[in-house]
């Protein structure tokens, strides 16, 4: 048997062993951060949301709130992924739809709708978010990554059910605090969301059982339009 120059413990392969290592602490400490940074725009949003509630007692800010704490609490416990895209493009698109949610702000202006209306659509988006992250499991990612492939529940109809939910928990939102500062925030956030679903299939198409869920699965978040 041909004997390896890791096998032989020659100084090259030594200095490889260290190098993956470093690497290997980069990314671990890299996903750290990444699980810190969540837990403190989501709490910063939720004392934001939570003084909004006591002080008008409006509840839709309270079902978009809901909707974030469950992507904190899959941030935490997340599985290891086969494969991360950690491109810059990720990157870029994964912090733009994440800022997003934490930046609004309860607006004192006139809603669009009656609460009953934007609670009513708050619920529903809500309910798909919490449907499709029960079925994702552990497999939550916030750089596209491959961490499994899902293809039961809510993923029978679109590919990305939980991008659905979150749309229309947003477009509640608004609706009922149609601020400027709100509306940019969530067009910016919600148009890097839809690049960021076309950015994890171009990872998760290399693994054959996605590009055959994607045969079966026409649509990635709305049926009919995208």
Not at 47 to 67: E, K, M, Q
Not at 124 to 144: D, E, M, Q
Not at 194 to 221: F, K, S
Request: net charge positive; with cysteine; hydrophobic share 55%.
């Amino acid at each position: 048997m041909k004997a390896t120059a890791v096998d032989m413990g020659l100084p090259g392969a030594q200095a490889a062993t260290e190098a993956l290592d470093y690497q290997a602490v980069l990314r671990y400490g890299a996903d750290l951060a990444a699980r810190a940074t969540i837990i403190v725009l989501f709490s910063i949003m939720a004392v934001r949301f939570g003084s909004d509630f006591i002080n008008t007692g409006r509840l839709t800010g309270l079902f978009l709130l809901a909707s974030e704490a469950l992507v904190v609490m899959l941030t935490v416990v997340r599985r290891s992924a086969v494969s991360v895209d950690r491109s810059i493009k990720a990157r870029i698109l994964t912090i733009v739809s994440i800022l997003g949610p934490p930046l609004l702000a309860p607006a004192a202006v006139a809603p669009l709708a009656a609460e009953g209306v934007t609670v009513a659509l708050s619920c529903a988006g809500l309910a798909v978010v919490i449907a499709g992250k029960i079925t994702l499991g552990r497999s939550f990612a916030l750089l596209p990554a491959n961490r499994g492939v899902v293809s039961n529940g809510l993923y029978k109809i679109v590919r990305h059910p939980i991008y659905m939910g979150y749309l229309v928990t947003h477009a509640a939102f608004l609706v009922a605090s149609p601020s400027l500062w709100n509306i940019v925030a969530l067009v910016a956030a919600d148009a890097a969301l839809l690049a960021r679903a076309v950015c994890e299939e171009q990872t998760l198409a290399q693994d054959p059982a996605y590009r055959d869920y994607q045969t079966r699965v026409r649509w990635r978040v709305a049926p009919g339009i995208f």
